[in-house]
Structures are given as C-alpha cells and as structure tokens.
C-alpha cells in the first residue's frame, strides 16, 4: 500500500481550518458527528445544483438521473458493508433503523413470557425503542454486564441467552468506552440459541473495515454522518427473510405496487421501508463519503486511528489525576476521561475556549454512567484527519485549565 500523506488528507475537510475563540480548531468530537471532506460537499451541492428531481415517479432525464444517483448510493454502500443493496433499508440514521426493528420485527412478534437482552454499554437508541416493545408486548428486558475494563462480560451475557429469550441488541464499538465488541462471536452463540441479533454499528463504520456478512448478524444499523456523509441518512441491513416478512414501519407512497381501498399492495423490500421522498442528497453525499473513505481505506483509516489512540492514551495518562473509562484491549479511537477535583462540563468549557472540541456529559448511555457511578465524563474522540500535534495541543490545553479548576 502506498504511504499516505495525511496533510494532505487533512486539507480535504474545509472546516477543519477554522479558529473558535480566535484558537486553531481542535475537533475531538467525531463520534459525536464526523466532519465532512469537500468531496461529500460538492457531491451534494452538484445534486442541487444539476439533477434535482424526485426519485421513482418521474420519467424525464431529471427524475431518471435522480433515481439512478440515489440507487448507485445503495450499490455503494452494499459494498462497503460486503451485503448485497436489496437487503438494504436507506432511512435517517441508526435511530430510525433500530425503531424500523423494533416495530416491524419485535412488536408484532414479542409476547408476554418472552425476553430482549441488551448489554450496559448500549446507546439509548439500543435501549429505548426495546423498553417501548416491552411496555406494548409484556417481554422483560435483561442487561449483560460488563467488565471492569469496559469488556463485554460474555460469560454473563451468555448466561442470559435462555430460551426465553428472542432478541439480542449490542452495539459493535460502544461510542463512550471505545470498546470494541466480539459481535461474530456473540451473534453465533446467539444463533445456536435461535436468538435474532440487532448489531449497532454507528461507532463501528467510521473507523474500521467492515463485513457485515460474516458477523453472521440479522439486522445491522449504521449512521451516515459519523462516516463522513450528511446527517439524516442512515441504513439498516437486514436478511433477506426478515425483510420479506416485516410489515412496513411507515405507509405512504413510494412504498407500494397498487393502493386501493380495498387492499393496497406494498413494494418488494426494501423500498416497502422506504416511505415518502427520501433524502435523495443525503444518499447522494453518503455515496460520496463511501467512495471518500475506501479511496484511502478502512484498514488504512484504522491503523492511523490507532497510531493517534495509543499517542492520546499515552499523552493523558501523564495528566495527574486522570482516569480513562474504557481500557479493553479492542478498542477504537475515543477516550472517556475524568479529571480528579473537576466538573465534566466545566473542562470542556474551559477547553473549549483553548479551542479544543469535546463532549462532556452522559453520551446517552446513562446506564453506563450509572454503573461507573458517575454522572457525566468528557470524551475525546478522534478519526483519522487528527494530528498528533492536536493530541499533544489538546494534552498542554488540559494541563492548562485543569490548574485553573483545582
Ligand atoms: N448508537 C450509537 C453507538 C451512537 O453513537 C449513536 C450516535 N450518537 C447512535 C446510536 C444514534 O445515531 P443517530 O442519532 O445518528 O441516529
């Protein structure tokens, strides 16, 4: 492989030149929303610019261009996730996607007796959308524990997988440990026990090569705008014979063959899923990100987050009174931290004037802050674009306004 030239790579992503608070930016929030390289924003801005149209109802160049535009996102994200584009549900984003299932597939199969297993690290969207199909159908929500270096505790998680249970939610990379999950393994126990595996994949696509078909999962939810496209565009993945068998989520058009009012009949999946007019830039910029992101390479992309992940563990561990959340052996490029003697939020407001972006607070997984038993941590999260010298910037910033707290 030829060497990369990541300045290069850097000046691809427009924002990243900016300065808050008159301080170079420092963007440490990239599993929170990834920025955006002009690829994916002139992808976009041609869309508007040249072949805006509807998709699937008009026949003139306009609407055919349209159509094939937003048809060739779906090609391109089937090969990213190495599962073929029928299988594929474009939607707004791994909220809507992981609600398509719970509705479609868990709500009308669920029932009084039967139980959901979730694990601790999950997002609130692997967690909610269940509790309401547990509150409709009366199944139970059981929760798999973790480690204390923030690990799947699989033993535990195995020894929930009784046959009362249906369905099995984990999140592939969890976006406040960094952990990264042994989603093959666990969906093949999974399987042997008939259970059917929802694999949240949000944190897991930006960073890291992926290949849906041999996890061997049902269903697979990932986010556009943590892997460089725009927000509002999102994908489920889902076998085949699921898909088949769900009832839509939405009704409305561009999801039939015939409405009439005695019986409508829907389209074949996946567009029975895909109801009204979709995000047609959206999948457009997706498409553009995809292509963006394969050009340089996932195994590529993942060997300089690592670089940058190992240089940031290394530089914070020499900030006194630092503790990192999260410290499994897998892990991807995000480091959960706090500071002794200093609020969450007030270091990453006083950070934020050093011009260095991180998130503080629950990352929406307050079951995870409540099995640290803490109410909020920061989190520094990095992709590829970063710089070493960002790292170190960031490290000096900490120090800084660490002195001013204490
Ligand atoms: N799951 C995980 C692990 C996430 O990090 C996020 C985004 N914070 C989501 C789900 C939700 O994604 P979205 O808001 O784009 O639907």
Redesign the pocket.
């Known amino acids: 492989a030829q060497a990369i030239d990541w300045s290069a790579v850097r000046t691809d992503f427009p924002l990243l030149r900016r300065e808050v608070h008159g301080k170079p930016l420092i963007y440490l929030d990239s ?2 929303t990834g920025q955006k390289p002009v690829a994916v924003i002139d992808a976009v801005d041609d869309f508007f610019r040249n072949h805006n149209a509807n998709v699937s109802r008009a026949v003139h160049a306009l609407g055919t261009e349209a159509t094939e535009a937003y048809e060739a996102a779906r090609g391109k994200l089937a090969r990213f996730l190495n599962v073929r584009g029928d299988e594929l549900v474009l939607c ?5 996607a992981l609600n398509l299932v719970a509705y479609s597939w868990a709500l009308p199969r669920l029932k009084a007796g039967d139980a959901i297993v979730l694990t601790r690290m999950e ?1 609130h ?2 967690i909610v959308p269940w509790q309401l199909v547990a509150e409709r159908t009366g199944a139970t929500i059981e929760v798999a524990n973790i480690t204390d270096d923030g690990a799947l505790d699989l033993e535990h998680l195995y020894s929930l997988l009784t046959p009362e249970v249906k369905l099995l939610g984990v ?1 592939h ?3 406040v440990l960094g952990t990264v999950n042994p989603v093959r393994e666990v969906c093949r126990e999974a399987r042997k026990r008939g259970i059917v595996t929802v694999i ?1 994949g ?2 897991a696509a930006p960073h890291r090569p992926l290949d849906v078909a041999a996890i061997g999962c049902d269903f697979y939810a990932i ?1 556009g ?2 892997m460089a496209g725009p927000t509002g565009t ?1 994908v489920l993945w889902a076998r085949r014979e699921h898909l088949a068998d769900m009832p839509p989520f939405l009704g409305g058009g561009e999801m039939i063959k015939e409405v009439r009012f005695d019986g409508t009949v829907y389209a074949d999946a996946p567009h029975k899923f895909e109801a009204g007019t979709p995000n047609i830039a959206g999948f457009v910029g997706l498409g553009a990100a995809v292509d963006y992101l394969t050009g340089i390479g996932m195994a590529t992309i993942d060997a300089r987050e690592q670089a940058l992940l190992a240089h940031a563990t290394q530089a914070l561990s020499e900030v006194p009174g630092l503790r990192i959340f999260g410290t499994a052996r897998e892990k991807a490029a995000v480091i959960s931290f706090l500071v002794e003697g200093a609020h969450a939020h007030d270091l990453a407001t006083l950070l934020d004037l050093e011009g260095v972006a991180i998130r503080s607070g629950h990352h ?1 997984a307050h079951p995870l802050m409540q099995h640290f038993g803490v109410p909020a941590t920061c989190r520094a999260s990095l992709a590829f674009y970063n710089t070493f010298e960002e790292i170190d910037a960031f490290v000096a910033a900490l120090l800084k306004v660490r002195k001013l707290l204490l």
Do not use: I, L, P, Y
């Not at 707004?92 to 809507?96: E, V």
């Open positions: 599993a929170n707004s984003g791994t909220t809507f997002h969207a692997n999140t990379v969890s976006n949240d949000s944190q986010t705008h943590k999102g929406c």
